[in-house]
């Protein structure tokens, strides 16, 4: 890692307010800076510009700190963090930056950070975590993927709704038909073991009973005892019916003994079976046969000697045993009611308990999408009010996070393109001001030469009308001598006769004369070549009028342009 050197332990405190902006290429070189970054860190823009971004690296910050950046970087991500930087003279200063990567076509084409002034306590919780960052050698922060929480989502919590609340439905479901299942099997376990028996045995007292009294019946079919009143059935129907009794006691009894009975409930049935047999063998049967002989007295006295102490016997016992029974009926009935309440409770408290974690489960749902929502359109509106110096969170996962992850980036965006937009439009008043000043002096300096032009077109349009006065005043010479007629002879004799040979002025005068001819021909000749140049200084001054009006026309534009970059410093001062 690239050490700058020196550092002389002195501060360099922003002024609150102050943002530093910087942008790098994806290898960190600096591609932009403003004017607060070059203030700040003493560099140059020229200086900046084209350098590794590690050019204000201080060597206080752990090596661990800048791996930490790029890989959060690398991952799409925004990171923060307050950054000790060091100045050109060795001065240090304290930034909390924010660093997004800038995409474009899905694609990662640079970086861009936006610092801001931390707080002083900001700045000691930075110098006790480089201390420990220094000592561990890496940065001992959250995993930045979020652990299973990258999977908090809006898709992923509306599907796990759903699949909670079917689960909760066929936990539902399995529970009722569970309970129901195992109550029916209660209840028919309960029936048939327990208030079968009861009916069984009911049932074979009251058969026994009858039986006592079909004896009794078939006595009144003795010949004294038989009344007109009552006609009874002969005594082969009371047998067949005592028989049919008798049958069905051993069915019902045999049923009862094939299930399993325990403790009391055996020694009862026991009893009560015995006494039976001697109430059937020592009392019906003697008692049956002594009625189909006709022996009615023998059958009296068998039923009242045997089948009624019989009987009294064996109803003792079985009502013991019904007794008994019931009893262990109304028990299973208690059990079975207590295991129906332990069902409904066991509902009622899976009801509650599916209730209470979907609550728990929404109000979580609720928290990790629904407030950052509302905390990233919060942010949206005080960026719509023209307020980029807000402080957006982006810790959040799913879409909720990527939202406010996509928030900060372009809010730093905003950032950046308006200290951009601030600098070339200070630029272009800068250079519109030059401009204006520049326009003026060559307005002036035109209307200066348009002055001379003309004033020379007048000293020329003088010296015209001399030389055509001259070559008037020396034609008119020429007339007043009269040479002009004389003008072949003169020349004859001069050019024929030898010099002297006439003894007189003449040839002087012919000399005079061709000079006189001579100076009308070259004033005429000036004076015509003075005009020509009167007409080109003319269009030389046109030139120069349509010049200077181009001139103006430029410097307005200027003046134009410079109201528009001052238009649109002032719409970017709005965004601040």
Same mark, same amino acid.
């Given at each position: 890692m690239k050490i700058n050197l020196p550092v002389t332990g002195r501060e360099n405190v922003i002024a609150p307010g102050r943002s530093l902006v910087s942008r790098t290429d994806i290898k960190g070189v600096i591609t932009f800076t403003n004017d607060a970054f070059i203030e700040v860190s003493g560099y140059s823009r020229a200086e900046l510009v084209g350098s590794s971004h590690n050019i204000v690296r201080h060597p206080d910050v752990p090596p661990a700190v800048f791996e930490d950046m790029w890989d959060t970087l690398h991952q799409g991500l925004p990171w923060r963090g307050v950054v000790k930087n060091?100045?050109?003279?060795?001065?240090?200063?304290?930034?909390?930056?924010?660093? %997004?990567? %800038?995409?474009?076509?899905?694609?990662?084409?640079?970086?861009?950070?936006?610092?801001?002034?931390?707080?002083?306590?900001?700045?000691?919780?930075?110098?006790?975590?480089?201390?420990?960052?220094?000592?561990?050698?890496?940065?001992?922060?959250?995993?930045?993927?979020?652990?299973?929480?990258?999977?908090?989502?809006?898709?992923?919590? %509306?599907?796990?709704?759903?699949?909670?609340?079917?689960?909760?439905?066929?936990?539902?479901?399995?529970?009722?038909?569970?309970?129901?299942?195992?109550?029916?099997?209660?209840?028919?376990?309960?029936?048939?073991?327990?208030?079968?028996?009861?009916?069984?045995?009911?049932?074979?007292n009251f058969l026994m009973a009858e039986n006592r009294a079909q004896i009794a019946l078939a006595l009144r079919h003795r010949p004294a005892a038989r009344t007109a009143w009552k006609p009874d059935p002969g005594v082969a129907e009371h047998m067949a019916t005592l028989m049919r009794n008798r049958s069905e006691i051993e069915t019902l009894w045999k049923d009862y003994n094939s299930r399993q009975r325990t403790g009391l409930e055996r020694e009862l049935s026991d009893r009560y079976w015995r006494a039976r047999t001697r109430y059937v063998e020592d009392g019906l049967i003697p008692a049956k046969a002594?009625?189909?002989?006709?022996?009615?007295?023998?059958?009296?006295?068998?039923?009242?000697?045997?089948?009624?102490?019989?009987?009294?016997?064996?109803?003792?016992?079985?009502?013991?045993?019904?007794?008994?029974?019931?009893?262990?009926?109304?028990?299973?009935?208690?059990?079975?009611?207590?295991?129906?309440?332990?069902?409904?409770?066991?509902?009622?408290?899976?009801?509650?308990?599916?209730?209470?974690?979907?609550?728990?489960?929404?109000?979580?749902?609720?928290?990790?999408?629904?407030?950052?929502?509302?905390?990233?359109?919060?942010?949206?509106?005080r960026i719509a009010e023209g307020n980029l110096s807000g402080d957006s969170d982006a810790s959040g996962y799913g879409e909720p996070g990527r939202v406010t992850a996509a928030l900060v980036v372009m809010?730093?965006?905003?950032?950046?393109?308006?200290?951009?937009?601030?600098l070339s439009a200070g630029a272009i008043h800068d250079q519109c001001s030059s401009l204006n000043r520049t326009?003026?002096?060559?307005?002036?300096?035109?209307?200066?030469?348009?002055?001379?032009?003309?004033?020379?077109?007048?000293?020329?349009?003088?010296?015209?009308?001399?030389?055509?006065?001259?070559?008037?005043?020396?034609?008119?010479?020429?007339?007043?001598?009269?040479?002009?007629s004389t003008d072949g002879v003169l020349h004859e004799t001069a050019e024929n006769a030898p010099p002297n040979?006439?003894?007189?002025?003449?040839?002087?005068?012919?000399h005079l004369m061709q000079l006189i001819q001579e100076l009308a021909g070259a004033a005429r000749i000036e004076a015509f070549t003075l005009q020509d140049t009167i007409a080109q200084m003319r269009q030389v001054a046109s030139l120069i009028v349509d010049s200077r009006g181009e001139v103006q026309g430029a410097w307005a534009a200027s003046q134009q342009l410079e109201r528009a970059a001052l238009e649109l410093d002032r719409l970017v001062k709005y965004f601040e």
């Open positions: 060091r100045c050109k003279n060795g001065d240090h200063y304290w930034v909390d930056a924010r660093v %997004v990567p %800038v995409r474009k076509n899905g694609a990662t084409i640079g970086y861009m950070s936006v610092r801001g002034v931390p707080s002083r306590e900001a700045i000691a919780r930075a110098e006790t975590a480089y201390a420990a960052i220094a000592k561990a050698g890496k940065v001992t922060t959250a995993n930045r993927t979020g652990g299973w929480k990258r999977f908090i989502s809006i898709k992923n919590g %509306v599907l796990a709704g759903i699949v909670f609340v079917t689960l909760m439905m066929i936990a539902g479901g399995v529970l009722g038909i569970s309970g129901l299942h195992l109550s029916s099997n209660a209840m028919r376990t309960l029936y048939h073991e327990e208030m079968e028996p009861v009916q069984t045995i009911g049932r074979i002594a009625l189909v002989r006709g022996d009615y007295d023998t059958a009296e006295k068998l039923l009242q000697d045997n089948v009624d102490p019989a009987y009294e016997e064996a109803k003792k016992t079985v009502e013991a045993l019904l007794a008994f029974v019931s009893q262990k009926a109304k028990g299973n009935a208690l059990s079975v009611a207590e295991l129906n309440e332990k069902i409904s409770i066991v509902a009622m408290g899976g009801i509650a308990f599916g209730s209470i974690a979907f609550m728990l489960a929404g109000l979580f749902f609720f928290r990790s999408t629904v407030i950052p929502l509302q905390a990233a359109v919060a942010d949206l509106e809010q730093m965006h905003l950032k950046v393109m308006m200290d951009e937009i601030r326009m003026m002096n060559l307005s002036e300096h035109s209307e200066e030469q348009h002055d001379r032009v003309y004033q020379t077109l007048d000293n020329i349009s003088e010296s015209s009308t001399g030389l055509d006065r001259l070559a008037a005043d020396a034609e008119e010479l020429m007339l007043v001598t009269g040479l002009q040979a006439t003894g007189g002025d003449l040839p002087n005068e012919a």
